[in-house]
C-alpha cells in the first residue's frame, strides 16, 4: 500500500493523518493528535515552534511504529504567520502569533506609505490587522528583520527542518498581503516601499512541488527516508480543495475561522469586493478563494475554555438549542478577536447577563446571520444566484449552526468532508506522485469516500 500523511496543525490542535487510495476511494487514519495553543513569552504572545516541531518527529515516528510508512508528508497550518532566521537558520525571537496586538501601531504607518486602497489593488487581500504586510513592520521598527536572512511561512519552516531546503508556497504566501494578484509574485514596490528586504523572498512554488527528501539526521530520528510535497499550506486552501464542489458552489470552511467564499479564476480589487471585506486568498494554478473571514468558531471555543472545559460542544450547541434568545452582535467586531474573557465581552455587546446556553445560542445564530449577510454580498459582487452553501470542516458537524445557516440563508447545505483540511492536504500529494491526475478526480474519489450529508 501507498501511503501518505498530512500533518495538519491548527491553532488549537494538530493532527497527523495517514492516507491512501485503494479501490478508487481514498481511506484515512489519525495516528497521533496534540494540542497547540499560544502562549505568552515576555508580554508577547507567541507559538512555541520547537514544541511543535517535536509533535511533527512524534507523529512521523508513530508512522513508523504502525509499520504504515508514508512516501511523502506535508504540512500544513494557519496563515499570516512566518519565522525568520538568521545567518545560522537560527528563529529570531520565535514566532508571533496573529492575536498578538503588536500591530495596533504599525497599520497606520503602513497606510501612510502605502494606501490600504493601493494594496487591496495590487495583492487583493482584504483588511486584517494580522496581515504578514503589518507584523514585519513591527519586525522593521525593532530591528529583527535586519538580522534575518530567510522568510518562512511556518509550514516552509517545518519543512525546512525536516529536509534542509527552503522552499516558499504559493498559497500560503499570499495571506501576507505582499504578493501581487496579477503576477502571482512578490509585490516589489510593497517590498521596496515598506523597506522589507527582497532577498528574503524568493520564487514561490505551486501545492504537489517536491521539497526534498528527510535529512539522515531526522531519518534517524523517525526510523525512515520519506519526501516532503507540498500540499496547499494554508489550512482553508487544503480544506476547500478537498470540497467536491459543483460548479460555482459556494463554501464556508467551518472551523476556529469560518471562510466563506467560492473559487473564482480571477481576482476582485475594485471597490465594492474591498468594502464588502472580500479577500483573493491564492489557490492551485494560479486560481483564487475569493472569500471573507468571519470569526468562526473561536468565540465558543474561548467560552468552553473560560468554563474549565466543563462542556463538550455537543453538550453547549444542545443548551443553545433549548435557550433561543434575539440579541444581535457583530461577530466581525475587533473586540472578539483575543479579549480577556469572551463571555464577559458577549455579555457587554448585548448589554445583559445570560446564561451558558443563552451565550452559545448568540454565537451560533450570528454567526448564521454573518453567514446570510456575506452570502447576499457574494451574490452580488459574482452576479450569481447560489441554491447550495457547501459547509466542510470540524464545523460541519454542529447540528444546530448548519439548522441555522440553512434557515436564515434558505440554501440547501450540504456538509462533508469533516476533515476537509488534511483530505486536501493528502490530495495534493497524491497529485504529486501521479496517482491522482487532477483536483477534479480527486474531489470525484472524495465524494465517494467519505460522509456527505445534506441538513
Keep these: 500500500m501507498r501511503y501518505y500523511l498530512a500533518i495538519d496543525i491548527g491553532a488549537s490542535s494538530g493532527r497527523h493523518i495517514l492516507g491512501w487510495l485503494d479501490g478508487g476511494k481514498m481511506y484515512t487514519e ?37 509499520g504504515k510508512i508514508p512516501e511523502s508528508v506535508g504540512v500544513d497550518t494557519w496563515g499570516v504567520d512566518y519565522v525568520l532566521l538568521d545567518e545560522k537558520n537560527t528563529p529570531i525571537d520565535g514566532a508571533y502569533c496573529y492575536r498578538d496586538n503588536r500591530t495596533e501601531k504599525t497599520i497606520p504607518q503602513v497606510h501612510k506609505q502605502i494606501p490600504y486602497e493601493r494594496l487591496y489593488e495590487k495583492t487583493g487581500i482584504g483588511f486584517n490587522s494580522f496581515n504578514t504586510v503589518y507584523q514585519l513592520y513591527d ?175 455537543v453538550e ?42 443563552e451565550t452559545a445560542y448568540v454565537i451560533y445564530n450570528n454567526l448564521a446571520r454573518d453567514y446570510d449577510l456575506s452570502l447576499q454580498a457574494l451574490e452580488e459582487m459574482t452576479g450569481e444566484k447560489y441554491e447550495t452553501l457547501h459547509i466542510i470542516g470540524g464545523g460541519s458537524k454542529n447540528a444546530l449552526l448548519n439548522e441555522l445557516t440553512k434557515e436564515k440563508t434558505g440554501k440547501r447545505i450540504v456538509t462533508g468532508p469533516a476533515e476537509g483540511t488534511a483530505i486536501g492536504n493528502l490530495l495534493m500529494q497524491m497529485l504529486g506522485a501521479g496517482i491522482c491526475s487532477s483536483v477534479t478526480e480527486g474531489r470525484k474519489i472524495i465524494k465517494k469516500s467519505f460522509d456527505i450529508n445534506e441538513v
Design 30 to 66: 489519525e495516528i497521533y493528535r496534540f494540542s497547540n495553543a499560544p502562549e505568552m513569552q515576555n508580554g508577547r504572545l507567541k507559538w512555541d515552534i520547537e514544541r511543535l516541531f517535536q509533535e511533527i518527529l512524534q507523529g512521523l515516528k508513530k508512522a513508523s511504529e504502525l
Design 139 to 313: 519586525d522593521k521598527q525593532t530591528g529583527r528583520i535586519e538580522k534575518a536572512k530567510s522568510f518562512l511561512m511556518l509550514p516552509d519552516y517545518f519543512h525546512y527542518r525536516l529536509t534542509g531546503v527552503k522552499r516558499q508556497e504559493y498559497t500560503n504566501a499570499t495571506t501576507t498581503g505582499m504578493v501581487n494578484s496579477q503576477t502571482h509574485e512578490w509585490d516589489g514596490e510593497i517590498l521596496e516601499t515598506l523597506g522589507y528586504k527582497k532577498e528574503l523572498f524568493g520564487a514561490l512554488s505551486q501545492p504537489s512541488t517536491e521539497v526534498g527528501e528527510f535529512t539522515d539526521a531526522i531519518a534517524a530520528i523517525v526510523g525512515y527516508k520519506a519526501k516532503v510535497v507540498l500540499p496547499a499550506t494554508h489550512d482553508t486552501a487544503s480544506a476547500v480543495l478537498s470540497a467536491p464542489l459543483e460548479g460555482q458552489t459556494p463554501y464556508i470552511s467551518s472551523g476556529t475561522w469560518s471562510l466563506l467564499g467560492v473559487e473564482q479564476s480571477y481576482a476582485h480589487t475594485d471597490e465594492q469586493a474591498r468594502k464588502s471585506w472580500y479577500s483573493n486568498e491564492g489557490s492551485i494554478d494560479f486560481t483564487f478563494r475569493f472569500q471573507k473571514n468571519i470569526m468562526g468558531l473561536w468565540m465558543i471555543q474561548q467560552v468552553r475554555r473560560e468554563l474549565g472545559d466543563q462542556y463538550s460542544f
Design 316 to 357: 453547549l450547541a444542545q443548551m443553545a438549542r433549548e435557550n433561543p434568545v434575539a440579541d444581535e452582535i457583530d461577530v466581525n467586531d475587533q473586540r472578539f478577536l483575543a479579549p480577556k474573557s469572551m463571555i464577559e465581552e458577549i455579555h457587554s455587546a448585548v448589554g445583559r447577563k445570560l446564561t451558558v446556553g
